[in-house]
């Protein structure tokens, strides 16, 4: 399986832990520690899937979430939310900004790359729609 994921978190110990856990399922992994790092990131790398924590200095996770969503380029690229924040509200409130899955820490790491290689096998590349068209 091959993929690229970013990580978005101010912790350098869940970035180590989730970054070194994913390459060793095959994946390329990059991380930046705050929102306004990862729309950086997002427009010079292109991830196929962002893993985004909530509480971050310089921009929070939410107001990530709503700028990825709001621009065409980004809007399609799953979202992870990965977070201490557990409350219904900040659930919701990540579930109507868009977010494909909502997970809270502590997390079970094998949780997390079972549903991180779900969700890149689900993306479909692009043009494949196209492509099995016309065969």
Same mark, same amino acid.
Request: hydrophobic fraction near 45%.
């Given at each position: 399986?091959?993929?690229?994921? $970013? ?12 970054? @070194?856990?994913? *390459? ?6 990059? @991380? ?8 950086? +990131?997002? &427009?010079? *790398? ?8 909530? !509480?971050?200095?310089?921009? &929070?996770?939410? *107001? /990530? $979430? ?8 980004? @809007?399609?690229?799953? !979202?992870?939310?990965?977070? !201490? ?14 977010? &494909? ?7 079970? /790491?094998?949780?997390?790359? +079972?549903? /991180? ?19």
């Amino acid at each position: 399986m091959a993929g690229r994921v $970013l990580i978005v978190d101010d912790d350098p110990g869940v970035v180590k832990l989730v970054r @070194a856990n994913l *390459q060793a399922e095959g994946l390329e992994v990059t @991380a930046a520690a705050n929102g306004a790092e990862c729309l950086l +990131a997002v &427009d010079s *790398q292109r991830p196929d899937l962002i893993i985004l924590d909530v !509480v971050m200095p310089v921009m &929070d996770g939410f *107001q /990530t $979430l709503r700028l990825l969503k709001e621009k065409p380029e980004t @809007a399609s690229i799953p !979202v992870i939310m990965l977070t !201490v924040r557990r409350s219904d509200v900040d659930v919701l409130h990540g579930w109507t900004s868009g977010v &494909d899955l909502y997970l809270t820490k502590p997390f079970e /790491t094998s949780e997390l790359i +079972a549903l /991180t290689k779900r969700m890149l096998d689900a993306k479909e590349p692009d043009g494949a729609k196209e492509t099995e068209g016309s065969l």
